[in-house]
Nanobody, 114 residues
Framework: VQLQASGGGLVQPGGSLRLSCVVSGTIFSLSVMDWYRQAPGKEREQVARITRYGSTNYVDSVKGRFTISRDNAKNTAYLQMNSLTPEDTGVYYC?????????WGQGTLVTVSS
């Protein structure tokens, strides 16, 4: 099972980014998808989850600003991030709970700075 995350970059406060995570080697439609992030000097935290049924939940700090979604035809999960603040800076990782086990992507760096 492999996960390929992309879409990170440098963005100004108030800006937006969309992260993508392409999953291969498992049945994506049966998999739970999570996005985590790790800020400098902090522990990794779960940011958002989408179940196989499309149900979502978010950490309080991103509610109303971030949206997780999935496209089962493309084996891809997304994280749309709006109204970004410097506190959103960090390495973002996708994670899957698949029929074949739990796996991590390689991470993509998001930097929010003016």
């Amino acid at each position: 099972v492999q996960l390929q995350a992309s879409g990170g970059g440098l963005v100004q406060p108030g800006g937006s980014l969309r992260l993508s995570c392409v999953v291969s080697g498992t049945i994506f439609s049966l998999s739970v998808m999570d996005w985590y992030r790790q800020a400098p000097g902090k522990e990794r935290e779960q940011v958002a989850r989408i179940t196989r049924y499309g149900s979502t939940n978010y950490v309080d700090s991103v509610k109303g600003r971030f949206t997780i979604s999935r496209d089962n035809a493309k084996n891809t999960a997304y994280l749309q991030m709006n109204s970004l603040t410097p506190e959103d800076t960090g390495v973002y990782y996708c994670n899957t709970l698949s029929p074949d086990g739990a796996y991590w992507g390689q991470g993509t760096l998001v930097t929010v700075s003016s």
